[in-house]
């Protein structure tokens, strides 16, 4: 059951570092990770204090990336306390348990939480108004809370927040059920673009990343890791690496097997003084590796495996979603759609590369990272140092900005790595990892295939569908066995596929895993969107109509689609399908949006071309629309469109850097991300051979939010799925060449 009590009654509250309020509400958030089920449902984990100056701290507990979350949680409760802007400050939680899950991850952080988030600031506004009610011997009626005072309305009398923090202590919080939260109409923050609020400290370089991490007698460690997953260090000959000047130890890690988790793969540490010593001191490191127990891992050959997915998809497969009988009906080869779609693997090429710093004092040790899952890394830390869950408190774990995550920094790898480290040197050390050593030992995007097969009638509707899908599962990180991926991952825009079919199947294939599978911005809806969004192109080719027409064709008249309609277990993800329907009048609008905002169906010039698609992710719906041109066997993507639908737009700046940044993702993605394997071992290094966007390839880019009172959906993730395909269908209306084979620079100059 969720509380939120007035702390300062209490007189414990620590806030994180910061000096506490006088007056301090906190709040049992529901939690989502297992890591929470043993806590006290009271417990509280997120709070909000005012001081005697009116400065208003809120605790937040989730990871800043980018994405801007440690402002727009704090804006969503000033909004509610009718704070001033101004006097509002976050502090960084650092790793506890009681937070449950801090994993900064799904578009979540806000999606899940809004209202109960809100209830904390509208039950301090409340308390505050009683307070000067209190004060003046009037009714609570009779006062408003207002840009951080509290006015008598008749008189215009005002108190200050900062005033009134020390009587509103001294109240009881009222039932969260009673207090009024604000129409979407009186919104003072939310849907306004504040101030971001570690703005000053980037652009001023005083922000903390973790690759700034200083501390007294510290050393530096780059590691050489096995070139295969699994395998160990079979001998190593550091005796050249020890004469490099600054390099202090050279230090084999432990040996790990399959099933790695989320923990660091074996490896060769050399320590120094400084960073250029510690590489000069790798580069010297002669070692031998074990490859027993990872034979066939050894042989892995990504251009192979991508043949062997797509041919397992033209195959049946195992059946989870449905709707009559599709295998009974003779398709009409005339009339009949059938494509198999690849995206190979892909990396998270975060700029930051991953760096992690830590301390060991017998059973305490303290970290510095910049990690999307503090809480979890803290479980690790502890299972590494041997502590018990109650030890776990022993461990100080502080969460620095990140340059970029993606996915990649909710692994805790690295920062077991120095933790490891530290205990053996009985030193600081600073775990850093290279460019090289990022592309080549991380967690890939898994390769995929997706399978299609469609009939079109005379006047472009589709009855039939067949649809099926292969890629390794992330489950395999934890499970050798696991060879498919689970509902929650195939719910991710496969089984949930929103078109009004009368005959549909969407299949499964079982395949095995031999690098480390992870999430990666979009997830599985990055392969899934790219299929199905070119495939409703080729639908609208056969059709000789639109794919703006196909797309509303398929989706069918305007409905909130049930969950189980398809028979298959959707999770939605982990939203509540009242609050976030599946509606087809949303997507429709949308994708009619975005094509009247880019003038898709204009006339253009030979060899150019507009495409578009559409994917609904993460509770929120996303379209978009790229143009380009390809003269000379050079596609350059001119002009992208996003339009997006996330309910509530809390900040929309930030929703606008969240699209533009998913466009630039999407175009690396689309254009050149690639990662091969050849006998075992990734083939690329560093950005010469896995590009990311540069600036001479970026196009024109517009942002088309829609303006909406529904309760927010996710922002993160949900605008890279419709890049892909759209840029890919532009292609071919360009010249009539299909991109079914992810990425376009394998058939074109980019």
């Given at each position: 059951m969720q509380t939120i009590e007035n702390v300062s009654r209490r007189r414990f509250i620590k806030l994180a570092g910061a000096s506490a309020g006088i007056f301090t509400l906190g709040i049992n958030l529901p939690l989502q990770a297992n890591t929470a089920k043993s806590l006290s449902s009271h417990e509280l984990n997120f709070?909000?204090?005012?001081?005697?100056?009116?400065?208003?701290?809120?605790?937040?507990?989730?990871?800043?990336?980018?994405?801007?979350?440690?402002?727009?949680?704090?804006?969503?409760?000033?909004?509610?306390?009718?704070?001033?802007?101004?006097?509002?400050?976050?502090?960084?939680?650092?790793?506890?348990?009681?937070?449950g899950s801090q994993g900064t991850a799904g578009s979540a952080s806000i999606r899940s939480h809004f209202n109960t988030i809100r209830q904390m600031g509208a039950i301090a506004r409340d308390m505050l108004e009683q307070a000067a009610a209190n004060i003046w011997q009037v009714n609570k009626s009779d006062v408003k809370a207002e840009n951080h005072f509290v006015i008598h309305k008749s008189t215009q009398q005002k108190i200050a927040f900062g005033e009134l923090a020390k009587h509103a202590a001294k109240l009881t919080p009222p039932d969260k059920n009673t207090v009024t939260l604000k129409h979407h109409s009186d919104f003072s923050l939310i849907g306004k673009n504040v101030k971001q609020t570690d703005l000053a400290d980037i652009v001023q370089g005083k922000a903390q990343y973790a690759q700034d991490i200083q501390r007294p007698n510290m050393l530096i460690a780059v590691i050489t890791r096995p070139p295969v997953v699994g395998a160990k260090v079979k001998s190593f000959d550091a005796t050249q690496a020890l004469k490099v000047k600054g390099v202090v130890d050279v230090i084999s890690l432990k040996p790990r097997s399959i099933p790695l988790g989320v923990n660091p793969l074996s490896g060769v540490a050399v320590l120094a003084n400084n960073t250029w010593a510690a590489l000069q001191g790798k580069k010297q490191l002669i070692i031998e590796w074990d490859y027993q127990g990872v034979e066939q891992s050894q042989k892995h050959d990504s251009e192979k495996f991508t043949a062997q997915l797509k041919a397992q998809v033209n195959s049946k497969g195992?059946?989870?979603?449905?709707?009559?009988?599709?295998?009974?009906?003779?398709?009409?080869?005339?009339?009949?759609?059938?494509?198999?779609?690849?995206?190979?693997?892909?990396?998270?090429?975060?700029?930051?590369?991953?760096?992690?710093?830590?301390?060991?004092?017998?059973?305490?040790?303290?970290?510095w990272a910049g990690t999307q899952n503090p809480q979890w890394a803290q479980g690790l830390v502890a299972q590494e140092l041997g502590l018990t869950r109650e030890q776990s408190a022993n461990i100080e774990l502080n969460v620095t900005?990140?340059?970029?995550?993606?996915?990649?920094?909710?692994?805790?790898?690295?920062?077991?790595?120095?933790?490891?480290?530290?205990?053996?040197?009985?030193?600081?050390?600073?775990?850093?990892?290279?460019?090289?050593?990022?592309?080549?030992?991380?967690?890939?995007?898994?390769?995929s295939a997706n399978y299609f097969k469609a009939e079109v009638d005379n006047n472009g509707q589709v009855d039939y569908l067949i649809a099926r899908n292969a890629y390794p599962?992330?489950?395999?990180?934890?499970?050798?066995?696991?060879?498919?991926?689970?509902?929650?991952?195939?719910?991710?825009?496969?089984?949930?596929?929103?078109?009004?079919?009368?005959?549909?199947?969407?299949?499964?294939?079982?395949?095995?895993?031999?690098?480390?599978?992870?999430?990666?911005?979009?997830?599985?809806?990055?392969?899934?969107?790219?299929?199905?969004?070119?495939?409703?192109?080729?639908?609208?080719?056969?059709?000789?109509?639109?794919?703006?027409?196909?797309?509303?064709?398929?989706?069918?008249?305007?409905?909130?689609?049930?969950?189980?309609e398809n028979h298959f277990n959707y999770t939605n993800y982990d939203l509540d399908i009242k609050e976030?329907?599946?509606?087809?009048?949303?997507?429709?609008?949308?994708?009619?949006?975005?094509?009247?905002?880019?003038?898709?169906?204009?006339?253009?010039?030979?060899?150019?071309?507009?495409?578009?698609?559409?994917?609904?992710?993460?509770?929120s719906f996303v379209a978009a629309a790229s143009k380009v041109s390809v003269i000379d066997n050079k596609v350059t993507v001119l002009e992208m469109h996003t339009a997006v639908d996330c309910g509530i737009a809390v900040t929309p700046d930030r929703v606008k850097a969240q699209m533009e940044g998913a466009m630039i993702f999407g175009l690396s993605i689309a254009l050149m991300g690639e990662i091969s394997v050849k006998d075992g071992s990734v083939v690329q290094s560093n950005f010469h051979d896995y590009p990311v966007t540069r600036i001479s390839q970026a196009p024109e880019m517009h942002v088309h939010i829609v303006e909406s009172s529904a309760p927010p959906g996710g922002i993160?993730?949900?605008?890279?799925?419709?890049?892909?395909?759209?840029?890919?269908?532009?292609?071919?209306?360009?010249?009539?060449?299909?991109?079914?084979?992810?990425?376009?620079?394998?058939?074109?100059?980019?």
């Open positions: 709070f909000v204090s005012i001081n005697n100056q009116g400065k208003v701290d809120i605790i937040c507990h989730r990871s800043e990336m980018g994405q801007g979350i440690r402002t727009s949680v704090p804006q969503i409760i000033a909004d509610e306390l009718e704070a001033n802007w101004d006097m509002v400050s976050v502090v960084q939680a650092k790793a506890d348990a009681k937070y195992e059946q989870i979603a449905y709707q009559g009988d599709v295998y009974q009906h003779k398709f009409n080869e005339n009339n009949t759609v059938e494509a198999t779609y690849s995206v190979p693997y892909l990396h998270h090429a975060p700029m930051e590369t991953p760096a992690a710093t830590a301390e060991v004092h017998g059973d305490k040790c303290t970290v900005l990140m340059g970029g995550a993606f996915g990649r920094k909710s692994k805790g790898d690295f920062i077991i790595e120095a933790v490891e480290l530290a205990k053996a040197s009985k030193r600081p050390v600073k775990v850093i990892w290279s460019r090289e050593d990022d592309i080549r030992h991380g967690f890939y995007h898994s390769s599962p992330i489950g395999w990180l934890w499970n050798p066995d696991a060879k498919e991926p689970s509902d929650s991952q195939l719910s991710l825009g496969f089984a949930d596929m929103p078109f009004a079919l009368k005959h549909l199947s969407i299949e499964k294939h079982k395949v095995d895993s031999f690098v480390r599978p992870g999430w990666l911005r979009s997830v599985a809806c990055i392969n899934n969107g790219f299929a199905l969004g070119s495939f409703v192109d080729e639908l609208a080719v056969k059709a000789n109509i639109s794919t703006q027409s196909m797309w509303l064709n398929l989706l069918g008249k305007d409905r909130h689609i049930k969950a189980d976030h329907p599946i509606d087809t009048k949303r997507m429709k609008d949308l994708i009619n949006l975005v094509c009247t905002k880019a003038n898709t169906n204009a006339d253009l010039p030979k060899n150019h071309g507009w495409g578009i698609s559409f994917l609904r992710s993460f509770g993160g993730e949900p605008g890279v799925p419709p890049i892909a395909p759209s840029i890919t269908n532009a292609i071919y209306h360009a010249c009539n060449t299909r991109i079914r084979d992810l990425p376009v620079n394998k058939v074109f100059e980019v």
